[in-house]
């Protein structure tokens, strides 16, 4: 079916997703059709007659990240990540069908909802919008994509390369996908053939992502991001230099988001005891350790101010934090008497509220 028939529709944006015959989403609602999309219409053999489309009188100005995001209610951000949920959804269906990832889904529909979270990120915010997310695989693949983000701007990334964080975040456990669905949804801890299985994931990512076409170093991370700087890791054992920095990244925003969320065998890390088991990993030498300082500074500093219970049911607020003793912060008591945790032993946080 020739392009042209469907020119009269570029600059057009779409009033309803289009679908192909399978019941993958092609092109989302909301896009301005481009050259690009009419290539796809033709490829897949969309009648023109059936796409809904509207002039675009003139178009609106981009709002800067920071003002779109902080202007929305929590609604507005609740419905956003649930949309960004569905989006994955997609992806691993058309990655099911077609054994090749739809980079631009990824990139219009889900990017720009990581990048405008990161802008005002803030750790118990998000995960506030992603709890109502059924599918634990897509909170994870969220809540990474959002914390790397964010790491990567703290640790000030160029553009280019904050960017390619971005996407490879969204996609570093896309090999999961190709792994039999009884593996996937077991509610048990895996014993070890089943733990062997698992471990392919990452093999299984890094081809599906180069036969995609992605840039080579997004495709790294899915390959890499269980590689440890002690050589711990697999399915290659690297060590330090021999593991691209996008890969420890997320690797460190993957190892907190597991950390941080129930699991079938386990309840979920309070927030300082997922704090020190990173601290420790980082310690003897598991995570790299700039960048495991930097995100501990990053999320740390998110604490100040808030409301704490302690071990002995004394209540204060976080004055100041240490990255050097990051669950022992100083305190100011509700008697205005301070307490500085890392110089008492008996003492510790039980519980932030607030």
């Known amino acids: 079916m020739p392009a042209k028939e469907y020119e009269e529709l570029i600059g057009k944006q779409l009033t309803a997703s289009i679908y192909g015959a399978k019941g993958t989403m092609l092109i989302g609602e909301g ?15 969309i009648k023109a007659a059936d796409v809904e489309a509207v002039e675009v009188q003139e178009p609106e100005p981009e709002l800067e990240p920071e003002l779109e995001v902080s202007g929305g209610s929590a609604v507005d951000t609740q419905e956003k990540a649930r949309l960004a949920g569905e989006h994955l959804n997609h992806i691993d269906f058309f990655v099911h069908q077609n054994s090749i990832v739809p980079l631009e889904e990824v990139e219009e529909k889900i990017l720009p909802y990581i990048r405008e979270t990161a802008m005002r990120y803030n750790v118990f915010q998000v995960f506030s919008e992603l709890k109502n997310q059924g599918d634990y695989r897509y909170k994870q693949i969220l809540g990474v994509a959002v914390m790397a983000t964010a790491l990567g701007k703290r640790l000030q990334m160029e553009e280019e390369e904050l960017a390619l964080l971005s996407t490879a975040a969204i996609l570093y456990d896309i090999g999961s996908v190709q792994l039999p669905s009884s593996l996937i949804n077991k509610s048990a801890r895996f014993d070890t053939h089943d733990y062997a299985i698992m471990k392919q994931h990452t093999v299984l990512g890094h081809e599906l992502l180069i036969k995609s076409g992605v840039d080579p170093r997004i495709a790294a991370v899915a390959l890499e991001h269980h590689e440890r700087e002690d050589g711990s890791g697999y399915p290659k054992a690297l060590k330090g230099e021999q593991i691209g ?6 690797a460190l925003a993957d190892v907190y988001m597991a950390l941080t969320s129930d699991r079938p065998h386990r309840p979920a890390f ?5 704090v020190n088991e990173i601290h420790q990993q980082i310690i003897y030498n598991r995570l790299d350790s700039v960048i495991g300082f930097t995100f501990l500074d990053l999320i740390l500093s998110k604490q ?18 240490n990255v050097n003793y990051p669950t022992q912060p100083l305190i100011v008591l509700e008697n205005n008497e301070f307490m500085d945790l890392s110089k008492v032993q008996d003492v510790r946080i039980k519980e932030v509220v607030g």
């Open 31 to 45: 896009t301005i059709l481009l050259q690009s999309h009419i290539e796809k219409l033709a490829n897949f053999k």
């Open 270 to 274: 309070t927030f300082f005891d997922a």
């Open 304 to 321: 100040t101010g808030c409301d704490v219970i302690l071990s002995d049911d004394r209540r204060g607020k976080i004055l100041l934090t």
């Open 245 to 250: 920095r996008l890969s420890k990244i997320i």
